[in-house]
């Protein structure tokens, strides 16, 4: 039986005059990856400092592990954070980071020092082991920060912007990691700027935007409300003329770029590319006021 | 293949100050600049204050007696003021986040540097008393008078190491914490740290008498060279223990109003 890991209800918080979130209703059964995609501002780091106890909501009922929000202790038994920033300490080399969260979450010296020395293995760091994060790089802090969040057993996991700024190896990299801690039973929520990582790891995704829930689903149930590809129209200095949702299918690309040749400049140029996060949220956002202005 | 390991019993309260003790000591030694520092300050301010301006002070060439106090006390000032940046260093960085979301004691992050900080200043404390020694000071203390006087040194460091701490906490950034510390380098100046204060027009004398570095620096003088404490330790004390819970105290408030806020 499926049961909710997190489960938020009519969710609200202000910060002074400003409602960064404004009401969000979420459930996430245990044992998923959920990602909540949404642009900067939206709320999303917001919701994840409320789920790992370090923000207290201003109202709305919230279940983490099947403990409400206010029994920190229990919750925090039950979660693990890797927040934005790499949360890790930069004078200490990887082993002392992993030893330390080690002895943190109740191991003993010996226990930290062979599971120190695992992680270093799975997230291959080993040769690394002994250097100052400080000289670390991007890929190489990041998988440290998930390797520290991986110290003990935790049944829900919370990742914020996992893979901002990392190249494209790195992410995949990454991705492989998050995608082997669900097959173990780990409830997974994170939180992401981009569509290609929720489409890729999630298997549901709630859209939010101004504190708000958009759009719910899994990723193809939220590409087909955004429809398929989108023609630019553009001209001689390459500058955007116009963009024009064109469905998904050969057919009705064909009969956009048909109709565009008949208004469509001289010389100008035509790109054909997939959804972009920003017509994501043009389409959801409008779609959205439209239904509330009935 | 990410092997699984059981979730394990919460760290107790003694392992988990341990390993920030730990934590913040290694964060000492391996901040090479500040410790250099920490070492190399308290030696010019000796030689400074018993060569350059000794001779002036007292021409029979007894100041070294008159002023070891005031440089200790000067010294854990200065020494103690890194536990405010690196308090602020930790709290604007993303590791805090993760020890507030652990079933921890989150606050004995604080501790850590804490007694980081009075292990450094101890070590300083027994550099000057070392150059002292060399340079011409000459104390009548016995064991009972050098273990009350170390005590005082100890208490002082303690409190004025959590007064920095807060500042660290309620400070925005590393730099601004540096920055509000230093004022607070000015008051062993103020004080009979380094000239009696009747030496010291009316009006400054009135602040120096009744500000608590006097009463300290009278306390651990008259400890060691068997000037007259008066009622001077009870001062020095209360003082200390005023600070100490105060600054505590203060600590704690910020940095349970500072969560989750960066």
């Known amino acids: 039986m499926m049961t909710a890991a997190i489960e938020m209800k009519g969710l609200r918080k202000a910060f002074g005059q400003h409602n960064v979130l404004d009401g969000i209703d979420l459930s996430v059964p245990a044992g998923s990856i959920f990602a909540l995609l949404g642009p900067n501002g939206a709320g999303k780091t917001t919701i994840i400092n409320i789920l790992s106890t370090l923000v207290t909501p201003d109202s709305g009922s919230v279940r983490v592990a099947g403990h409400d929000i206010t029994e920190k202790e229990s919750v925090k038994r039950s979660i693990s954070l890797t927040g934005q920033f790499a949360a890790v300490d930069e004078v200490l080399t990887a082993e002392e980071n992993l030893r330390m969260i080690g002895r943190l979450s109740g191991l003993t010296k010996a ?65 492989d990691h998050i995608r082997q801690l669900a097959r173990n039973g780990v409830t997974v929520f994170l939180t992401t700027q981009y569509l290609e990582e929720a489409d890729q790891l999630a298997d549901a995704i709630a859209v939010i935007a101004g504190g708000r829930v958009v759009a719910e689903g899994t990723a193809d149930q939220l590409k087909s409300r955004i429809g398929g590809e989108v023609v630019e129209l553009r001209d001689q200095q390459d500058e955007i003329i116009r963009e024009i949702p064109a469905g998904s299918s050969i057919r009705e690309v064909k009969k956009t770029i048909d109709e565009l040749v008949l208004t469509a400049p001289e010389g100008s140029r035509i790109n054909i590319r997939r959804p972009s996060m920003e017509d994501v949220f043009v389409a959801l956002t409008t779609q959205e006021r439209e239904e509330s202005a009935i | 293949m990410i092997a699984q390991i059981k979730p394990a019993q919460s760290a107790s309260v003694g392992a988990t100050h341990a390993v920030f003790i730990q934590r913040s000591i290694l964060h000492s030694v391996r901040n090479t600049e500040a410790l250099i520092m920490a070492i190399m300050l308290p030696i010019m301010l000796m030689l400074l204050f018993t060569y350059v301006f000794g001779g002036a002070l007292d021409p029979g060439g007894n100041y070294v007696n008159y002023v070891v106090p005031g440089i200790i006390l000067l010294c854990a000032g200065f020494g103690s003021s890194s536990a405010a940046v690196d308090v602020a260093g930790d709290m604007t960085n993303g590791i805090i986040d993760r020890f507030r979301t652990m079933p921890i004691r989150s606050m004995s992050v604080i501790v850590g540097h804490v007694i980081a900080s009075l292990a450094r200043n101890l070590v300083a404390t027994a550099v000057v008393f070392g150059l002292a020694l060399l340079v011409g000071f000459r104390p009548s203390a016995g064991f009972v008078e050098w273990l009350a006087a170390v ?112």
């Open chain 1, 111 to 175: 226990e930290a020092r062979i599971r120190a020395a695992e992680l270093l293995e799975i997230f291959d760091l080993t040769a690394s082991a002994r250097k100052r994060v400080k000289t670390f790089s991007g890929g190489m802090r990041r998988r440290l920060d998930l390797a520290l969040s991986l110290v003990v057993n935790r049944p829900i996991l919370f990742l914020d912007e996992p893979t901002t700024g990392l190249d494209a190896q790195s992410r995949r990299a990454l991705w």
């Open chain 2, 151 to 262: 005590g005082v040194i100890t208490l002082f460091i303690l409190a004025i190491t959590w007064l920095y701490a807060a500042i660290g906490l309620v400070a925005g950034s590393p730099s601004a914490a540096s920055g509000y510390g230093f004022a607070l380098l000015f008051l062993p100046y103020l004080s009979s740290a380094f000239v009696p204060t009747h030496t010291m027009p009316a009006w400054l004398r009135g602040v120096a008498d009744n500000q608590p570095i006097t009463p300290i620096i009278e306390t651990i003088r008259g400890l060691l060279t068997g000037s007259p404490i008066h009622d001077s330790a009870y001062w020095a004390v209360g003082w200390c223990a005023l600070i100490l819970a105060g600054s505590y105290l203060w600590a704690s408030w910020s940095f349970h109003r500072k969560a989750g806020r960066r």
